[in-house]
């Protein structure tokens, strides 16, 4: 199986890790690339129901080896609460399959810190964090002011290190913040009590991959969010701040030199979006009510009512475009069964003219959505698991989105179960 990539088309929450958990089955190795606990994939299969956030959604297979990769923000204390919690239902994490980059950075208790007292500054004009610390974790990052994992081996040189790192930090939570700093003894008993139990699992993992190569091993590359959360190519600064294009993967697992073959790139039957920032397809009032309701749309990790509108063809081809999308997996279909008729947005309006391209951000609070109607199934599809056994209209629907989008809907799921899925052949029309 040659190297393959799952990534958001859209806003995030596409159900990625629905299919990360679905495909695993084919792959050696799945490894996470960017982002922290900011964002959950929520994976259902026998072993029960589970909400990832930084562990990749490989860990519930046998044999697969998961990878956290130098891109990734590395939070020792919530990485640790997840594997206590998946041990509890009896999924297995030990360093056979479960490796972290030495190269990672790892999230401080600052960074969250830090994140809280901003997004209280800035009052009503914030950005909707979700106070994980992520965006000051990356800015630490670029200001070369991080601890990398694999300095938990030295512990001299680690605390000497923190010291620096802490009497910077101080400055600026009590001088511009004016809120109560950290000692060095709390910084140093917290890196002693996750340091130790993250170290199992660190090691070169460029060398790992490398071998894993060599033997013919094959790679899932697992993305967080989606397109339009990506830094440079969002809908900044309504954005995560890391990359989250397959473009970046290779990079953000430690193997630049590797290749992706197939981009399996994620998009909802309708559109989901978590937080403050443009939203052009938004849907409000009861029509919102219901299909956040049927669709069960509320954040994996804040429990925050997400809001929703119908598929947005203008931003899932851009979506497409970015992530250089090879096939796509159509997820949550058999939720628009409830509706008589299904709205799709078609195209923007801005400045008085209909558009097919994608705003540039500051633009984007200015267009309005174009919507088209189609007819609805009106009857439960998720049970079914072959294309030619899904109501003509449900089929209409997906063959409208797969020309709009210029790319093959290779599987549409109608169901969060591990089989719940239709997988296309490739000559099935
Ligand atoms: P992710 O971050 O992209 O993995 O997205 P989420 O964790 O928000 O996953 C989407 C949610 O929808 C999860 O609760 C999944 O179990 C569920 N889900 C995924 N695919 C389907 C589907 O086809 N039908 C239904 N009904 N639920 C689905």
Known sequence: MSNCAV???????????????LLTQQFDIVVRYQGGGNAGHTVINEKGKFALHLLPSGIFRDGVVNVLGNGVALDPESLMNEIDNVAEKGVSVTPANLKISDRASILMPWHKKLDELEELRLADKKYGSTKQGIAPFYSDKFQKKTILAGELFDEEKLFAHAKEILEWKDLIISGVYGAETYTFEDIAAWLKTYGERIKPYICDTTEFFEQAMKEG??????AQLGTLRDIDFGIYPYTTSSNTLAAYAPIGSGI?????????????????CVGEGPFVCEMFGKEADDLREAGFEYGAKTGRPRRVGPVDIVATRYGVKMQGATEIALTKLDILSYMDKIPVCVRYLVDGKETDSFPFPSKLADAKP?????????????RVRKWEDLPWKAR????FIERSIGCRIKYVSVGAERDSIIVREDDEQ
């Open 217 to 222: 091993k094959s790679i899932l590359f697992e």
């Open 256 to 272: 630049p030199f590797a290749k992706i073959a197939n981009v399996i790139g994620v998009v909802k039957a309708y559109s989901t």
């Open 7 to 21: 990534v958001g088309i859209n806003w995030g929450d596409e159900g990625k890790g629905r299919m990360v958990d």
């Open 396 to 399: 209409a629907y997906v063959e």
């Open 370 to 382: 174009v919507i088209d109607y189609f007819p609805g199934w009106q009857c439960d599809i998720s």
